[in-house]
């Protein structure tokens, strides 16, 4: 109890006292920081990037993650080959953000990065691509190192699923002709359905908190391209000094995550009924 009271009852009083004062001067505010939101373009060009940002890394990873698990499970069938399998992937999911974002920063570097070294020798002779410069690559270059580091994790969610799909199912689908795919919709999907869902929740939240890999790759630019509504808190809070307002935008996230979180538990709630 002394716990919960400490680390998440405190700081949620403390957030909430500050999100009802006045930046700088103090006071009873109300609603004012909440009400600042709807007025903010710089929190709604935030937004846009961050909902850009969720739904192309979250929608590949699952995707990527769906596919290599299923590829895993009907093509790699010896002990040894599974364990190298998941070291490989469970490298990325140990490499710290901040390294990861380190390492894809020396990657992208316009004038002697790798990827550009190998696009040349590839037979590419045009001006070097500026990977974090330009807000479409720059977008790119922040979800290849979600990609990278969070995939792995859903692929062994999905591949720990797949083990619980009966074999004899399997096989006698197989003996009365269903292909590849029909089994993958009929017998592999209804059992990986409640663990996708699962997934995205989890992946949705944490990337709506992805901080170190951006900050050192693009630092929010160019413009507002990248800057995410975590790097925007972040700016409002501890470059502006606005922990007011800051307070009230980290108790939008804290209801819509906790939304999320509500219709995830409602829907497996009626799946297991």
Same mark, same amino acid.
């Given at each position: 109890?002394?716990?919960?009271?400490?680390?998440?009852?405190?700081?949620?009083?403390?957030?909430?006292?500050?999100?009802? @004062?006045?930046?700088?001067?103090?006071?009873?505010?109300?609603?004012?920081?909440?009400?600042?939101?709807?007025?903010?373009?710089?929190?709604?060009?935030?937004?846009?990037?961050?909902?850009?940002?969720?739904?192309?890394?979250?929608?590949?990873?699952?995707?990527?993650?769906?596919?290599?698990?299923?590829?895993? @499970?009907?093509?790699?069938?010896?002990?040894?080959?599974?364990?190298?399998?998941?070291?490989?992937?469970?490298?990325?999911?140990?490499?710290?953000?901040?390294?990861?974002?380190?390492?894809?920063?020396?990657?992208?570097?316009?004038?002697?990065?790798?990827?550009?070294?190998?696009?040349?020798?590839?037979?590419?002779?045009?001006?070097?691509?500026?990977?974090?410069?330009?807000?479409?690559?720059?977008?790119?270059?922040?979800?290849?190192?979600?990609?990278?580091?969070?995939?792995?994790?859903?692929?062994?969610?999905?591949?720990?699923?797949? @083990?619980?799909?009966?074999?004899?199912?399997?096989?006698?689908?197989?003996?009365?002709?269903?292909?590849?795919?029909? @089994?993958?919709?009929?017998?592999?999907?209804?059992?990986?359905?409640?663990?996708?869902?699962?997934?995205?929740?989890?992946?949705?939240?944490?990337?709506?908190?992805?901080?170190?890999?951006?900050?050192?790759?693009?630092?929010?630019?160019?413009?507002?391209?990248?800057?995410?509504?975590?790097?925007?808190?972040?700016?409002?809070?501890?470059?502006?000094?606005?922990?007011?307002?800051?307070? &009230?935008?980290?108790?939008?996230?804290?209801?819509?995550?906790?939304?999320?979180? &509500?219709?995830?538990?409602?829907?497996?709630?009626?799946?297991?009924?």
């Amino acid at each position: 109890m002394l716990f919960l009271l400490t680390v998440v009852v405190y700081p949620m009083a403390y957030a909430i006292a500050l999100s009802l @004062q006045y930046y700088r001067v103090g006071g009873f505010a109300g609603l004012h920081n909440f009400t600042l939101a709807f007025h903010d373009g710089l929190l709604l060009a935030s937004l846009r990037a961050t909902l850009i940002y969720i739904t192309i890394a979250v929608g590949t990873e699952i995707v990527l993650g769906l596919v290599l698990a299923v590829a895993v @499970q009907r093509t790699v069938r010896s002990t040894l080959g599974r364990t190298l399998t998941y070291l490989l992937f469970i490298i990325p999911m140990v490499t710290p953000p901040v390294a990861a974002g380190v390492s894809f920063r020396l990657m992208y570097i316009p004038e002697y990065g790798i990827l550009n070294v190998l696009l040349q020798h590839l037979g590419y002779h045009g001006a070097p691509i500026l990977w974090m410069s330009s807000p479409a690559m720059a977008m790119f270059s922040v979800i290849s190192v979600d990609v990278w580091q969070s995939m792995p994790f859903v692929f062994l969610v999905l591949f720990a699923g797949l @083990q619980a799909v009966p074999m004899d199912v399997v096989e006698a689908a197989g003996v009365d002709g269903a292909g590849g795919w029909a @089994q993958f919709r009929h017998i592999d999907l209804p059992y990986l359905r409640p663990l996708l869902l699962l997934v995205v929740v989890f992946r949705v939240t944490d990337a709506l908190r992805v901080f170190d890999p951006v900050q050192v790759l693009t630092m929010g630019g160019p413009g507002a391209a990248t800057e995410f509504l975590s790097l925007y808190l972040y700016k409002i809070a501890f470059k502006f000094g606005n922990l007011n307002y800051a307070s &009230a935008l980290a108790l939008y996230v804290v209801l819509v995550v906790s939304g999320l979180f &509500a219709l995830f538990g409602r829907y497996l709630s009626e799946e297991a009924a």
